[in-house]
Each structure stands twice: as structure tokens, then as C-alpha cells.
Nanobody, 123 residues
Framework: VQLQASGGGLVQAGGSLRLSCAKS????????MGWFRQAPGKDREFVAT?????????HYANSAKGRFTISRDNAKNTVYLQMNSLKPEDTAVYYC????????????????WGQGTQVTVSS
């Protein structure tokens, strides 16, 4: 499975961005997709996750609730992260990831990772 993240950029505080993650390869083996982020000098942290098949089930980090929305388009093999009301503390490299087995907020449950896309929020 290959994951390609895109959509990052520079935005002012209060602005919005939509990240995309396109997956290819053995996509039938995927159970869930997630977004994580890593700020300079900090550990990678969970942002949001969604199951890949059936009715959508989502989970969010507390920092993302009410501002970020994860969604998927199965026909396009793509998962999105709509980020609104962005804050300077949202600045990080955002990674998409895929799990073969579980809907989880733990990065250790993800088997495949994309290359990351930089999001910078200016104050």
C-alpha cells in the first residue's frame, strides 16, 4: 500500500486547509485510515481516524474535535482532513496512515505511512 499526502501549506490563524491522502496498491486490505501530526521537537500525535468500509466511524483527538473533519471517498481511494479555525499550534507535518486491522488513535496500530505534508499556521 502506498499513501500520498497533499494539501498542506501556509495559512493565517483562523483559516482553513483540506489535506488529501490518496492510497494505491493492495487497498482491499485496509481497515482504517488516520491522520497524525508531528511538530518540531515533539512526538507524532494522533489527529483523526476513519474506517474504510461500511458506514463511517470516526474518532478525533480532543485538539481536533469541532474544528477538523475526516472523510473518505472510496471511489477515489482518498481520505481527507478538512481543517477549519486553524491555530498556530496546529503547525506540524501531517501524515496519513493506514491500518490493516483496527480503528485506533495509536500510531503503533498503523502499518503504512505517507510522506507527510507541511502545515504552517501564522499568527
Amino acid at each position: 500500500v502506498q499513501l500520498q499526502a497533499s494539501g498542506g501549506g501556509l495559512v493565517q490563524a483562523g483559516g482553513s486547509l483540506r489535506l488529501s491522502c490518496a492510497k494505491s496498491g493492495r487497498t482491499f486490505s485496509i481497515y482504517a485510515m488516520g491522520w497524525f501530526r508531528q511538530a518540531p521537537g515533539k512526538d507524532r500525535e494522533f489527529v483523526a481516524t476513519i474506517n474504510w468500509n461500511g458506514g463511517s466511524t470516526t474518532h478525533y483527538a480532543n485538539s481536533a474535535k469541532g474544528r477538523f473533519t475526516i472523510s473518505r471517498d472510496n471511489a477515489k481511494n482518498t481520505v481527507y482532513l478538512q481543517m477549519n479555525s486553524l491555530k498556530p499550534e496546529d503547525t506540524a507535518v501531517y501524515y496519513c496512515a493506514a491500518s490493516r486491522s483496527v480503528l485506533s488513535g495509536s500510531l503503533y496500530n498503523y502499518d503504512y505511512w505517507g510522506q507527510g505534508t507541511q502545515v504552517t499556521v501564522s499568527s
